[in-house]
């Protein structure tokens, strides 16, 4: 049993969070699901709805993963000490870290991603990688797997990382049986990344 933490924040995106939770929630025999924030209780999403978290920074238990949201929050948030305190020492004693979108930008204040490769959202490809100069920012990706963490491009592209990382750490029956569950077509091809060419960046 793995213990799955996702990170919520003011302006965090409903998808990045509930899109990978919901993959990892299918394997309940696998997978426990944990929402955590800066303070525990409501925090409001960049589309106005509530989630709660129901731990603390503080209070946090071990995580085997950590899961890292984007959203318009982050945009404030990468000056957030508390959060990137937290973000970097978490990911050193998680066995894998996920970020979704520009979750990545507070994995790279954070330090997370130094000398790693690492991607985001398209439209917001420019923002992310200034935050991150001694990152190796990968342009034409759904997502990378860099081992340790892996980050994914925006929002939907989240799920289709969940579930590679399911694969590798469970199997890829496991992965193939979530996305069944969730009427989901998995785009498994890392390197599928339409949204690149879109804005301008393949």
């Not at 509530?50 to 603390?56: C, N």
């Not at 990137?84 to 996920?98: C, I, N, S, Y």
Request: with cysteine; glycine share 10%.
């Amino acid at each position: 049993m793995r213990t799955v933490g996702a990170v919520l924040f003011p302006g965090f995106e409903l998808l990045d969070v509930f899109g990978p939770l919901e993959a990892f929630g299918v394997l309940r025999a696998e997978f426990a699901l944990l929402t955590l924030a800066e303070r525990a209780g409501p925090v409001a999403s960049a589309q106005g709805p509530e989630a709660v978290a129901a731990r603390s920074f503080a209070d946090a238990p071990p995580l085997d993963l950590l899961l890292v949201p984007g959203g318009i929050g982050t945009r404030t948030q990468v000056e957030n000490g508390a959060l990137t305190g937290f973000l970097a020492a978490r990911a050193r004693a998680a066995e894998v870290t996920l970020s979704v979108c520009t979750g990545a930008a507070l994995l790279a204040r954070a330090g997370v991603l130094d000398g790693r490769r690492a991607t985001t959202n398209k439209r917001a490809f420019a923002w992310v990688v200034a935050q991150g100069p001694r990152v190796t920012w990968v342009p034409v990706a759904r997502w990378v797997d860099a081992g340790a963490v892996v980050t994914s491009s925006g929002v939907s592209a989240g799920i289709d990382m969940t579930l590679a990382v399911i694969a590798r750490l469970v199997g890829r029956g496991a992965a193939e049986k979530a996305a069944r569950r969730m009427e989901y077509r998995w785009a498994s091809d890392a390197d599928d990344d339409p949204f690149a060419t879109l804005y301008g960046l393949g």
